[in-house]
């Protein structure tokens, strides 16, 4: 199963940047073995601004994803339920996973309606490139964990 980090707008060369790809690189190593990955980030930018004009670029992405978005609303997940969450997708034959991250004021209704979940970090606010490193990181936590990695919260 393809894992697919989808984000609005670009990261320039950061510290977050390199995280990101550290975990990406990380995950899609080690997920080969368990039928995950590639894992990869996709970023988009809409020329006009706000959720509307940013729902347009990020909706052809979701064809053929089971797609969970990031929302301050969403489930929180522990680290070992989101692992068997993308387990039981894995397993169930999804083809492509899509975690989706909006832009600075969040995702648009109608498109969050078109996700087969919802997801949160819990209730504060996190800066754009820090969310695309938690996720990343949660990722390659998850691919660990159903490689049966030591996982200190067992």
Same mark, same amino acid.
């Given at each position: 199963m393809r894992v697919q980090i989808l984000a609005v707008g670009r990261l320039s060369r950061s510290p977050e940047t390199d995280l990101v790809r550290l975990y990406v690189d990380r995950a899609t190593a080690a997920g080969r073995a368990l039928g995950l990955g590639p894992v990869d980030v996709v970023e988009v930018e809409s020329r006009k601004p706000g959720k509307a004009a940013e729902a347009e670029v990020l909706r052809p992405h979701f064809k053929d994803a089971h797609a =969970?978005?990031?929302? &301050?609303?969403?489930?929180?997940? *522990?680290?070992? @339920?989101? @692992? &068997? &969450? /993308?387990?039981? =997708?894995? #397993? #169930?034959? *999804?083809?492509?996973?899509?975690?989706? /991250?909006?832009?600075?004021?969040? =995702? #648009?209704?109608?498109?969050? %309606? +078109? %996700?087969?979940?919802?997801?949160?970090?819990? $209730? +504060? *606010?996190? $800066?754009? @490139? =820090?969310?695309r490193v938690m996720l990343a990181e949660q990722v390659y936590r998850a691919v660990t964990i159903l490689g049966g990695a030591p996982y200190h919260r067992d």
């Open positions: =969970l978005v990031c929302d &301050e609303h969403g489930q929180g997940r *522990t680290s070992r @339920a989101f @692992a &068997e &969450e /993308i387990a039981r =997708l894995r #397993d #169930d034959g *999804t083809r492509r996973l899509l975690l989706v /991250i909006g832009g600075a004021d969040g =995702l #648009d209704r109608d498109l969050m %309606a +078109q %996700a087969q979940g919802r997801m949160a970090f819990g $209730p +504060q *606010t996190w $800066p754009h @490139a =820090l969310a």
